[in-house]
């Protein structure tokens, strides 16, 4: 069976360094804030260029404390796109935020700009673009519609660290956007050994407030001056991410890699690939097919797992039905029925790309 991705393969040069540094936190006996946190959001900030960086319990709360270190009121909008992972939509949810969602592109999954346009009203105070996929969405762009208006631009990094805009800058590191939020999820390009998330940004108070949030309202102990969060990233966390961290670039690369080989020589006139922007770090690698179960199946039996990023779009999902009127959109809602997640996991073998490019051009 060739697995849709295998989290510890990646890690095995550097596995015994890692067991060390878990042992050395044990012996020091400082699992909460421990020095090895601070090492790790100063390597991040340094890996993004940015100014600041928050690390923090994972990317769900990376999300909701972006925004309610923004102190918006109640009921403000919250712009962003139909088609991603739950967590962004319930992070304004949770930030006592309207979200109002947008549909996406014909051929690439990420947040249609002029749809954005249509949406902006005298409410909207914060437009949140998902790199989905590891596709960077052009920020600048959406920074053309929302000039002179007073909306700010948190963006969801949680697939795309080392992600680069068309300028060159990274993701999480440009003044773009206002806040950037990435999830360390064990699967993400750049994932812990459990649930842990880092906040960019170039904003000082921001950071500052940020900082307090994470970490139940306060920096100086017992002098609460915040909402607070108990949303710390273990110290056991930050000393597996400072070796990790140092294999992400060459990793970026091999997903790079792949991902031209399936897009140079998948041809199936009944599979559809999509676009991704040049910058983009593949995350995934998602093709589109009209009859998806058979498709599935055929899959499966020829012994290739896949992922599906989503089978549904934020609309379709119960708890938004249940709380929000019935809203529709075609690309979004098109894309979730035909998506298909190829595995792309940068120890996949030459001999393993070629076996899934041939199975399915034989489809
Ligand atoms: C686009 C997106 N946003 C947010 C998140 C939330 O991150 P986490 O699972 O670390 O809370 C994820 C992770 O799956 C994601 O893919």
Same mark, same amino acid.
């Given at each position: ?73 109640? =009921?403000?909008? *919250? ?6 992972? @739950? +967590? /962004? &939509? ?5 930030? #006592? !935020? ?69 300028? =060159?800058?990274? *993701? ?6 206002? @806040? +950037? /939020? &990435? ?5 993400? #390009? !750049? ?173």
């Amino acid at each position: 069976m060739i697995e849709f991705y295998s989290l510890n393969k990646s890690d095995k040069n550097i596995k015994k360094k890692i067991l060390k540094s878990i042992s050395k936190v044990i012996d020091q006996n400082n699992f909460i804030m421990g020095s090895d946190v601070k090492v790790f959001e100063n390597k991040f900030k340094y890996f993004c260029r940015s100014k600041f960086a928050i690390s923090c319990a994972n990317g769900t709360d990376a999300l909701t404390m972006s925004l309610i270190s923004l102190n918006l009121k109640p =009921g403000s909008e *919250v712009i962003l796109p139909a088609m991603t992972y @739950i +967590s /962004t &939509f319930y992070s304004v949810i949770n930030a #006592n !935020l309207k979200p109002v969602l947008v549909d996406i592109n014909e051929n690439d999954p990420l947040i249609n700009i002029n749809e954005i346009k249509k949406k902006i009203n005298k409410y909207t105070k914060v437009i949140i673009p998902v790199h989905l996929y590891g596709s960077v969405v052009e920020i600048n762009k959406i920074k053309k519609i929302t000039k002179g208006k007073n909306i700010f631009i948190v963006d969801d990094c949680a697939q795309a660290h080392g992600a680069e805009y068309s300028n =060159g800058d990274r *993701v999480g590191g440009s003044n773009l956007a206002n @806040i +950037s /939020t &990435f999830s360390l999820y064990p699967g993400k #390009n !750049l994932g812990a050994y459990g649930d842990a998330g880092i906040i960019t940004t170039n904003n000082k108070n921001i950071a500052k407030k940020i900082a307090k949030i994470r970490n139940q309202g306060f920096i100086k102990k017992f002098n609460h001056e915040t909402i607070g969060f108990n949303s710390r990233l273990d110290t056991i966390q930050a000393s597996i991410l400072n070796h990790k961290i140092n294999n992400l670039k060459k990793l970026n690369k091999l997903r790079k890699k792949i991902a031209s080989i399936y897009k140079k020589n998948i041809k199936n006139k009944n599979i559809k690939l999509i676009e991704y922007s040049d910058g983009s770090v593949f995350h995934q690698f998602v093709i589109r097919v009209k009859n998806r179960k058979l498709f599935l199946k055929y899959l499966i039996k020829r012994n290739i797992q896949y992922g599906l990023h989503y089978p549904h779009t934020i609309n379709q999902t119960k708890f938004y039905k249940r709380k929000f009127s019935k809203i529709f959109f075609k690309n979004a809602e098109n894309f979730a029925k035909q998506c298909v997640s190829l595995p792309i996991d940068p120890m996949l073998t030459i001999k393993e790309i070629n076996y899934i490019v041939n199975t399915i051009n034989k489809y």
